[in-house]
C-alpha cells in the first residue's frame, strides 16, 4: 500500500505530486532529498528504502528524475519498487524516449490522469499501457487540436471503457492490425562485480533483461525456447507468461502484449565471467600521489568480440586540488565540481594495452585514501551467461512473421578496488 507519490527532479524540487491515502505533508520530500544530498552525485548509492519517523520512502531514479513512494505501513518493499518503475515506464510509453522535467511539464494533465488510473485508494490498478491507451490517449498536437476545436474539454479522456479492460489477457487490445509481422527480442546483461587491486573476484552476479517488441497482428501465442536457462538463479516474469509451463519444461508461452514489454528479468550469480581487466597503481605520498591504470580484454567472449564504449571512473577525495592525467588512447576529463576523472575509450584497441596515467595533488593536512575505481563497457551480439535464443513458434495465427534476436553484455556496479 502506498500513501503518495512524489516525483522529483535532480535539484528536488517537487514536479509532481499525488496523494492516493490522504495527505502526506510535502516535508517527506525534503527529509528524503537531505539523505539524497549526502551521496550526491553519486545517487545510485542511495539506499532504495529510507526509514523516517513515521513514513518509509522508497525510491527509484528514472531519467534523471526520482520518484519517490511513501509508505505509512509494513509493505513488501519491492512491490513499491515495481509499483514506481511500471509508473516510469508508462510515463516513458506516453510521453516518448526522452522522460525529463520538461517532458512532465509539458504533459502535465495527462501525468496526472494517467496517475488517477494506475492506482486506487494505494493499490496498484491499470499499470498495462495498452488498457492505459483506451482511456487516456497519448499527447499528440491533432488530440490537442481536436479538444480545442470541438470544444470538448476532455484532454483526452475517454468516456469508454476499453473493451481488453475485462478479459482474462488485459496486456493485449482485440483487433490489432499489421502491415508486417515482427517480432524483436533483445537479451541485455549487465555484470555487477567487485575486485580486488590483485585481480581477484571478490563478487559478481548477472542481471539479465529479455524485452520483447512485438508487432504482430491477431492473438498470437508464442512458445520460445531458450538455451543455457540452466544457470539462472532467479526469474520474474511479465503476467503474460503461464508460469506453470516455465516450471514444468523450461518453455516461455505466453501472448504478447502490443508494442515493447520487459518479458523476464533474471540473476545469475554463479561462474560469471569477467570480460575485462582494469589494473590499478595508485601510490599516494605527502603531497600528491600517482596513477597508472591499465585496461584489457580477458578474451572470454568467443570470437574476440569487440569491448566497447569503455568508461572508466576515478572518484578522487573533496580535498583533491588538481589532476594532470593522460592517456594515448581515448579521452581523458577532469570534473573540478565532483574531483571526479573519466577515461573514455570507444573501442579495446588488439595492439595496444590502454594506460592512463599522471599525478593529482592534495591538502597536506587530509591525505586521502585511495579511490574505489569504477568501469563500463559494452559488448555486442553476447551474453556473457550463455542464454541464447533457440526456437521461437507462433501458435493459432497462420501468417508468416520475421523474428530479430540481438544480445548486449555491459558493465553495471562493477568496482576495483586500488
Same mark, same amino acid.
Given at each position: 500500500?502506498?500513501?503518495?507519490?512524489?516525483?522529483?527532479?535532480?535539484?528536488?524540487?517537487?514536479?509532481?505530486?499525488?496523494?492516493?491515502?490522504?495527505?502526506?505533508?510535502?516535508?517527506?520530500?525534503?527529509?528524503?532529498?537531505?539523505?539524497?544530498?549526502?551521496?550526491?552525485?553519486?545517487?545510485?548509492?542511495?539506499?532504495?528504502?529510507?526509514?523516517?519517523?513515521?513514513?518509509?520512502?522508497?525510491?527509484?531514479?528514472?531519467?534523471?528524475?526520482?520518484?519517490?513512494?511513501?509508505?505509512?505501513?509494513?509493505?513488501?518493499?519491492? =512491490?513499491?519498487?515495481?509499483?514506481?518503475?511500471?509508473?516510469?515506464?508508462?510515463?516513458?510509453?506516453?510521453?516518448?524516449?526522452?522522460?525529463?522535467?520538461?517532458?512532465?511539464?509539458?504533459?502535465? !494533465?495527462?501525468?496526472?490522469?494517467?496517475?488517477?488510473?494506475?492506482?486506487?485508494? =494505494?493499490?496498484?490498478?491499470?499499470?498495462?499501457?495498452?488498457?492505459?491507451?483506451?482511456?487516456?490517449?497519448?499527447?499528440?498536437?491533432?488530440?490537442?487540436?481536436?479538444?480545442?476545436?470541438?470544444?470538448?474539454?476532455?484532454?483526452?479522456?475517454?468516456?469508454?471503457?476499453?473493451?481488453?479492460?475485462?478479459?482474462?489477457?488485459?496486456?493485449?487490445?482485440?483487433?490489432?492490425?499489421?502491415?508486417?509481422?515482427?517480432?524483436?527480442?533483445?537479451?541485455?546483461?549487465?555484470?555487477?562485480?567487485?575486485?580486488?587491486?590483485?585481480?581477484?573476484?571478490?563478487?559478481?552476479?548477472?542481471?539479465?533483461? !529479455?524485452?520483447?517488441?512485438?508487432?504482430?497482428?491477431?492473438?498470437?501465442?508464442?512458445?520460445?525456447?531458450?538455451?543455457?536457462?540452466?544457470?539462472?538463479?532467479?526469474?520474474?516474469?511479465?503476467?503474460?507468461?503461464?508460469?506453470?509451463?516455465?516450471?514444468?519444461?523450461?518453455?516461455?508461452?505466453?501472448?504478447?502484449?502490443?508494442?515493447?514489454?520487459?518479458?523476464?528479468?533474471?540473476?545469475?550469480?554463479?561462474?560469471?565471467?569477467?570480460?575485462?581487466?582494469?589494473?590499478?597503481?595508485?601510490?599516494?605520498?605527502?603531497?600528491?600521489?600517482?596513477?597508472?591504470?591499465?585496461?584489457?580484454?580477458?578474451?572470454?567472449?568467443?570470437?574476440?568480440?569487440?569491448?566497447?564504449?569503455?568508461?572508466?571512473?576515478?572518484?578522487?577525495?573533496?580535498?583533491?586540488?588538481?589532476?594532470?592525467?593522460?592517456?594515448?588512447?581515448?579521452?581523458?576529463?577532469?570534473?573540478?565540481?565532483?574531483?571526479?576523472?573519466?577515461?573514455?575509450?570507444?573501442?579495446?584497441?588488439?595492439?595496444?594495452?590502454?594506460?592512463?596515467?599522471?599525478?593529482?595533488?592534495?591538502?597536506?593536512?587530509?591525505?586521502?585514501?585511495?579511490?574505489?575505481?569504477?568501469?563500463?563497457?559494452?559488448?555486442?551480439?553476447?551474453?556473457?551467461?550463455?542464454?541464447?535464443?533457440?526456437?521461437?513458434?507462433?501458435?493459432?495465427?497462420?501468417?508468416?512473421?520475421?523474428?530479430?534476436?540481438?544480445?548486449?553484455?555491459?558493465?553495471?556496479?562493477?568496482? !576495483?578496488?586500488?
Amino acid at each position: 500500500m502506498i500513501q503518495s507519490l512524489f516525483i522529483l527532479d535532480s535539484s528536488g524540487a517537487i514536479i509532481i505530486e499525488k496523494h492516493f491515502r490522504g495527505i502526506v505533508p510535502r516535508q517527506v520530500a525534503d527529509q528524503f532529498w537531505d539523505e539524497a544530498q549526502k551521496v550526491s552525485p553519486f545517487f545510485a548509492e542511495l539506499v532504495p528504502v529510507i526509514a523516517t519517523a513515521k513514513y518509509y520512502l522508497v525510491h527509484v531514479i528514472r531519467g534523471g528524475l526520482f520518484f519517490l513512494g511513501v509508505v505509512a505501513k509494513d509493505t513488501t518493499p519491492l =512491490g513499491v519498487v515495481e509499483f514506481l518503475d511500471r509508473v516510469s515506464r508508462i510515463f516513458y510509453h506516453y510521453f516518448g524516449e526522452q522522460l525529463n522535467e520538461r517532458a512532465l511539464k509539458d504533459n502535465f !494533465i495527462t501525468a496526472y490522469h494517467l496517475l488517477e488510473e494506475v492506482n486506487d485508494a =494505494g493499490y496498484a490498478f491499470n499499470t498495462e499501457p495498452n488498457i492505459l491507451e483506451g482511456i487516456v490517449s497519448i499527447p499528440s498536437l491533432l488530440n490537442q487540436t481536436t479538444d480545442l476545436v470541438m470544444g470538448t474539454g476532455s484532454n483526452g479522456i475517454s468516456n469508454i471503457f476499453p473493451s481488453g479492460g475485462l478479459t482474462t489477457i488485459p496486456w493485449r487490445k482485440n483487433g490489432v492490425t499489421k502491415t508486417t509481422n515482427e517480432i524483436y527480442i533483445d537479451i541485455t546483461e549487465e555484470i555487477d562485480a567487485i575486485v580486488e587491486s590483485n585481480g581477484s573476484l571478490t563478487y559478481s552476479k548477472i542481471s539479465g533483461v !529479455i524485452e520483447v517488441d512485438s508487432q504482430l497482428a491477431g492473438m498470437p501465442d508464442i512458445v520460445l525456447k531458450l538455451t543455457g536457462v540452466g544457470c539462472i538463479d532467479d526469474i520474474g516474469f511479465h503476467p503474460c507468461v503461464r508460469l506453470k509451463r516455465w516450471d514444468q519444461e523450461r518453455v516461455v508461452s505466453f501472448i504478447p502484449p502490443d508494442g515493447k514489454f520487459f518479458m523476464a528479468k533474471y540473476i545469475v550469480r554463479n561462474n560469471v565471467p569477467m570480460p575485462i581487466y582494469v589494473k590499478p597503481q595508485i601510490l599516494i605520498g605527502e603531497q600528491n600521489g600517482t596513477v597508472h591504470v591499465m585496461v584489457g580484454s580477458k578474451h572470454v567472449a568467443p570470437g574476440n568480440k569487440e569491448i566497447e564504449n569503455i568508461i572508466v571512473t576515478i572518484p578522487f577525495s573533496k580535498n583533491c586540488i588538481g589532476t594532470s592525467l593522460t592517456s594515448k588512447v581515448g579521452t581523458v576529463t577532469f570534473d573540478e565540481q565532483t574531483k571526479v576523472c573519466r577515461w573514455k575509450i570507444p573501442q579495446l584497441p588488439k595492439t595496444v594495452t590502454p594506460i592512463l596515467e599522471g599525478s593529482f595533488t592534495f591538502d597536506p593536512e587530509h591525505p586521502p585514501s585511495k579511490p574505489t575505481i569504477g568501469v563500463y563497457f559494452e559488448i555486442q551480439t553476447w551474453s556473457c551467461s550463455g542464454i541464447k535464443v533457440d526456437t521461437l513458434s507462433i501458435l493459432n495465427e497462420k501468417y508468416s512473421h520475421f523474428k530479430g534476436v540481438k544480445a548486449l553484455t555491459c558493465g553495471g556496479q562493477v568496482q !576495483i578496488r586500488s
